[in-house]
């Protein structure tokens, strides 16, 4: 009897071509990395970067191979934010229409990559300010060394510190006290605040932390790759939920994934004492 697949829907991303960062992929395929490369600007955003990272991310959902992303920056920085003269300057010149245009285009950013299966880990150093912060925020973990530099700055601006949902999901990975200060004020939160806050899932040398990422990513991606799937969907589903509506999707969830081959091969595997190899399905 065959088998009907939707596996013909899918198409590898190893071979992608990025336009306005660097994108590079392991040799097995499963992790990519995403590298923010203008060095000599601190690895500012464009209008065009927005527009194709937040592409990317969307169109993840269909990759045969990209299992985690690593999300990091060239030349000892993360990203200062937008870029000064490419996009705020412009903004200023802008009509209401397009800045709520602008405004929209950031903040589908973020849903594409709350939305995008892959696992995200930030790899943090220097400085990551305004946007940047946004992206490392949005990631669902973050790898930061002891340099990192931290602000999400729109104040000193003049502009609102709720910027691409900074209000909504700063709260909730470092507590609504902190996340005020840092929002009202726009000051750098040290690495060791991020630390200790949470905000940052662990500390490395700058030599270090963009393998850590990777050595993350991949134990990740060799994992059980449709259960990560699940739980990042129900990390990001559940905020709007009651307790009754999490247990019960949970409980849908978890009945999904128990009717997966990875979780017959986990437990023959343990069975027959050794490791178990995860297919995503």
């Given at each position: 009897?065959?088998?009907?697949?939707?596996?013909?829907h899918l198409r590898p991303f190893k071979d992608y071509q990025a336009r306005h960062f660097l994108w590079e992929?392991?040799?097995?395929?499963?992790?990519?990395?995403?590298?923010?490369?203008?060095?000599?600007?601190?690895?500012?955003?464009?209008?065009?970067?927005?527009?194709?990272?937040?592409?990317?991310?969307?169109?993840?959902?269909?990759?045969?191979?990209?299992?985690?992303?690593?999300?990091?920056?060239?030349?000892?920085?993360?990203?200062?934010?937008?870029?000064?003269?490419?996009?705020?300057?412009?903004?200023?010149?802008?009509?209401?229409?397009?800045?709520?245009?602008?405004?929209?285009?950031?903040?589908?950013?973020?849903?594409?990559?709350?939305?995008?299966?892959?696992?995200?880990?930030?790899?943090?150093?220097?400085?990551?300010?305004?946007?940047?912060?946004?992206?490392?925020?949005?990631?669902?973990?973050?790898?930061?060394?002891?340099?990192?530099?931290?602000?999400?700055?729109?104040?000193?601006?003049?502009?609102?510190?709720?910027?691409?949902?900074?209000?909504?999901?700063?709260?909730?990975?470092?507590?609504?006290?902190?996340?005020?200060?840092?929002?009202?004020?726009?000051?750098?939160?040290?690495?060791?605040?991020?630390?200790?806050?949470?905000?940052?899932?662990?500390?490395?040398?700058?030599?270090?932390?963009?393998?850590?990422?990777?050595?993350?990513?991949?134990?990740?991606?060799?994992?059980?790759?449709?259960?990560?799937?699940?739980?990042?969907?129900?990390?990001?589903?559940?905020?709007?939920?009651?307790?009754?509506?999490?247990?019960?999707?949970?409980?849908?969830?978890?009945?999904?994934?128990?009717?997966?081959?990875?979780?017959?091969?986990?437990?023959?595997?343990?069975?027959?004492?050794?490791?178990?190899?995860?297919?995503?399905?």
């Amino acid at each position: 009897m065959s088998t009907v697949s939707m596996a013909g829907h899918l198409r590898p991303f190893k071979d992608y071509q990025a336009r306005h960062f660097l994108w590079e992929v392991s040799e097995d395929g499963r992790v990519a990395t995403i590298r923010l490369n203008r060095p000599e600007r601190k690895n500012p955003l464009t209008f065009e970067s927005y527009a194709e990272l937040r592409d990317l991310f969307r169109d993840l959902a269909y990759a045969s191979d990209v299992r985690a992303v690593v999300l990091t920056g060239a030349g000892g920085n993360f990203s200062s934010g937008g870029d000064v003269f490419e996009i705020i300057e412009a903004l200023t010149q802008m009509a209401m229409p397009d800045l709520l245009a602008f405004t929209r285009m950031t903040g589908d950013l973020v849903k594409a990559m709350k939305k995008c299966p892959q696992p995200i880990i930030a790899a943090i150093d220097g400085i990551c300010a305004g946007a940047g912060a946004i992206l490392a925020m949005a990631s669902d973990m973050r790898l930061a060394t002891p340099e990192a530099k931290t602000a999400f700055l729109f104040t000193r601006v003049g502009l609102a510190g709720a910027d691409m949902g900074a209000c909504g999901i700063l709260p909730r990975i470092i507590g609504q006290g902190r996340a005020a200060e840092l929002l009202f004020t726009g000051r750098s939160m040290s690495a060791e605040e991020g630390h200790a806050w949470g905000f940052y899932n662990a500390l490395h040398p700058a030599e270090a932390v963009e393998a850590e990422a990777g050595k993350l990513a991949h134990s990740l991606a060799d994992g059980p790759w449709f259960a990560h799937t699940m739980t990042k969907t129900m990390l990001n589903q559940e905020w709007a939920m009651g307790l009754d509506e999490m247990i019960e999707s949970e409980a849908q969830a978890q009945a999904v994934c128990m009717a997966t081959r990875d979780f017959r091969r986990a437990f023959e595997a343990f069975a027959e004492k050794r490791k178990p190899v995860f297919e995503g399905n």
